[in-house]
């Protein structure tokens, strides 16, 4: 779709997604198309009043994050995600994950304590 439709579609507010289906042969059979239109054809949104303001709140939310850096919950995610992640050394030698947990587990408490 060019530009100029898209830019109307924006100033009217109209919601719109772009279904690619020229992958599909042009005689396919009406349950062919259906499965694409609904299924399996790259789809894109061409406008939607919510995608400018998640745009809008993204960029706002990096800024903050460019000052202040990262919320705590993504320190304590990317905690919570080591602690229960089975280390390559440990699968190679057959060690077990919740003996590893364990002891992640408590080196992290142990740390937080001091």
């Known amino acids: ?37 609904l299924k399996t054809a790259t789809r894109r949104w061409l406008y939607h009043p919510g995608i400018e303001a998640a745009r809008a709140t993204y960029t706002r939310r990096l800024a903050i994050e460019k000052v202040q850096g990262p919320p705590a919950w993504v320190e304590a995610m990317q905690t919570s995600a080591a602690l229960f992640a089975l280390p390559a050394e440990a699968a190679a030698n057959g060690t077990s994950s919740d003996a590893v947990t364990t002891v992640k587990r408590r080196s992290c408490i142990a740390a937080n304590r001091s």
């Open 1 to 37: 779709m060019d530009s100029a439709k898209i830019q109307r579609l924006r100033e009217h507010k109209i919601p719109a997604v772009e279904i690619d289906l020229s992958k599909l042969p042009r005689d396919s059979l009406r349950d062919a198309i259906n499965e694409a239109v």
